[in-house]
């Protein structure tokens, strides 16, 4: 198993440009995450999702769009990039099963927006 | 939503205890964990607590749960070199939404 995937490994975008994030977890997991690290600030959760088809809003949304039309995927969207949005961005997921609800992460992606 | 803390450095010598404090707002958090960060990697799980137990205990690491005080810790025994990364401490209520603290940097001294 691969585990959580990410890609791109790093990344610089210029203010007001659009860009995708992507995560793939090949572990049949129906719950998904995207959170953001910021130094000194642990990590936010951005948006969640309980499994194919729904999503839901975490701590720190705003300016960012999710989907999930597959167990697999889990895409984070950044539309008209801004400063503010330069951090290190980690994917996980969890099983339903087992108890622990423990997370996998991916490698991450690190954004920096100029 | 709910804060969670922690302090942001600890530096031990090898072969002491090392212990990470950790503390919450929600009396309701029925899941609490312990996550290591290598450099350039993501979080892993070391080690986790549900809300209806005082300690846990794994190898060389102990947690300890104070409800009352909203006080979590990890205790790291005879700690290595190798343990030097950032502990996040992290804690749910439904395990649908995960509330992480900021991460305490642990150096090791040869």
């Known amino acids: 198993n691969a585990g959580v995937t990410q890609t791109p490994k790093f990344r610089i975008l210029k203010i007001g440009q659009s860009m995708t994030l992507q995560c793939t977890q090949d572990m049949n997991h129906n719950y998904m995450y995207w959170y953001r690290q910021d130094p000194g600030m642990g990590l936010k959760l951005i948006y969640y999702s309980v499994g194919a088809g729904i999503t839901d809003k975490g701590e720190v949304p705003n300016g960012y769009n999710v989907s999930r039309s597959t167990t697999e995927d889990f895409p984070l969207r950044l539309e008209l990039a801004a400063p503010s949005q330069t951090s290190v961005y980690f994917c996980a997921s969890r099983s339903t099963s087992g108890g622990s609800y423990e997370q996998y992460f991916g490698p991450g992606t690190r954004l920096t927006v100029t | 939503g709910e804060d969670v803390e922690q302090s942001l450095f600890l530096s031990v010598r090898e072969g002491d205890s090392s212990v990470i404090n950790c503390t919450y707002t929600d009396s309701s958090s029925t899941y609490l964990y312990w996550y290591k960060q290598e450099p350039g990697a993501g979080l892993q799980l070391l080690t986790y607590i549900f809300s209806n137990m005082d300690m846990k205990q794994d190898q060389r690491l102990t947690v300890l749960l104070n409800k009352k005080d909203k006080h979590l810790s990890l205790r790291i025994a005879d700690t290595q070199t190798g343990d030097s990364a950032i502990y996040f401490c992290?804690?749910?209520?439904?395990?649908?939404?995960?509330?992480f603290g900021t991460g305490t940097s642990l150096t090791v001294i040869p």
């Open positions: 992290a804690v749910s209520n439904t395990g649908n939404q995960f509330y």
